[in-house]
């Protein structure tokens, strides 16, 4: 049954989730860069939150901050950026470029259907 499918996968995740938490070698050994990092971030968003949660105490961190600000505004990226400054104390200046590149964002949208429902991913993020 489809229930039983989400409940092995989501017992996956958790314990996949656990092994990056357990091990500090784990991390390193994922194929992770800043540049995969948007990828990672459309496929699974909250895999791409737990990853940069661990990588917030590391000297790279601030790449993948970079690369957030630079990705193409979508409800993935958004939700990953709600939900890590919501654990850790970002920049202030990383939070004042990013809602300005979401509103920049909104109002350069031609198309009105895409425009709304990326406007109002936005709002319900913030």
Partial sequence: TQSTGSS??????????????DKEDCLQSLPLSP???????DKNPSLAVDILLLLAQTQQFA?????????????HSMEVVNKITANL????????????NCITNCTEI????????????WFVCF
């Fill in 63 to 75: 790449d993948y901050l970079t690369v957030l600000l630079n990705m193409d505004l979508s409800l």
């Fill in 110 to 121: 031609t198309d009105k259907k895409h425009s709304a429902q990326v406007c109002f991913g």
């Fill in 8 to 21: 092995g996968i989501n017992a996956e995740y958790d314990r996949l989730k656990q092994e990056l938490y």
């Fill in 89 to 100: 104390e970002l920049p202030p200046q990383f939070i004042h470029f990013y809602i300005r």
């Fill in 35 to 41: 540049s995969t990092l948007p990828k990672l971030v």
